[in-house]
């Protein structure tokens, strides 16, 4: 049995990795377009800092966070005075927080995708009369739909396993921002092995089951193309 302050920690798990997945396809969707597309010279310098987050230590990416939603910077200052609430160890902090730990979950995927997919279908909806608006949502993301399921999938998943960012820039506070990682650090601190396992077992189901799924789409892909 899951006890009731894990399933209010993994309700918040969830909760943060479904509004940072769909913010993440939001903000991703037109960056990934451009870097598919552009000939900007000096693009790579764009897609080296987007992949930062894969070889930066989550500690030291959460403690740049943390010093970027103090009070005392530009940005925490800022939404202090407009909410009257810090940024740092807040919900709406896990969330900037994790949509920059999983940007290129999400962001590469759909650039690989976009760049296969090319111009040619803009350019044959263009003869046809579409605008570029036009036709990139009714061509290119009809087309781009196993893309934009595999980067749901990842960015979802990521998220689920966030630890050191989390607890960097939101600490452990319950129905806030305790996560379900960081309840299975707690339990592991105090010896309470059973707890950790059955928490850490859904966690583990969820992702296995969101892989499953995405490398059973990209094979029905293949096999369609086939």
């Known amino acids: 049995m899951i006890a009731h302050a894990d399933l209010i920690a993994l309700a918040t798990t969830l909760k943060l990795a479904s ?22 010279r000096y693009k790579h310098i764009i897609e080296a800092i987007v992949a930062l987050p894969l070889v930066l230590p989550p500690t030291v990416l959460g403690f740049y966070l943390l010093l970027w939603f103090s009070p005392q910077s530009a940005v925490g200052s800022f939404y202090q005075q407009l909410t009257g609430s810090t940024l740092a160890f807040s919900f709406t902090g896990l969330v900037i927080g994790s949509v920059i730990y999983s940007l ?17 279908p803009l350019e044959a909806a263009a003869t046809l009369g579409a605008s570029p608006l036009d036709s990139f949502f009714s ?19 990521h998220t689920l396993g966030e630890f050191g960012v989390v607890l960097m820039i939101g600490g452990n506070i319950p129905g806030e921002t305790r996560v379900a990682s960081i309840a299975i650090y707690d339990h592991v601190e105090s010896l309470q092995y059973a707890n950790a396992h059955s928490l850490a077992l859904v966690l583990l189901g969820v992702s296995f089951l969101l892989l499953v ?3 059973a789409n990209n094979r029905s892909v293949l096999v369609s193309k086939a």
């Open 19 to 40: 509004i940072s997945t769909l913010v993440l396809l939001l903000l991703c969707t037109p960056v990934a377009w451009w870097l598919a597309n552009t000939r900007w």
């Open 213 to 215: 799924f995405v490398y």
């Open 139 to 157: 061509v290119v993301v009809p087309l781009a739909k196993p893309g934009f399921i595999t980067a749901s999938a990842l960015g979802f998943a």
């Open 104 to 120: 290129p979950f999400v962001l590469q995927p759909l650039q690989n995708t976009f760049s296969a997919i090319g111009r040619r």
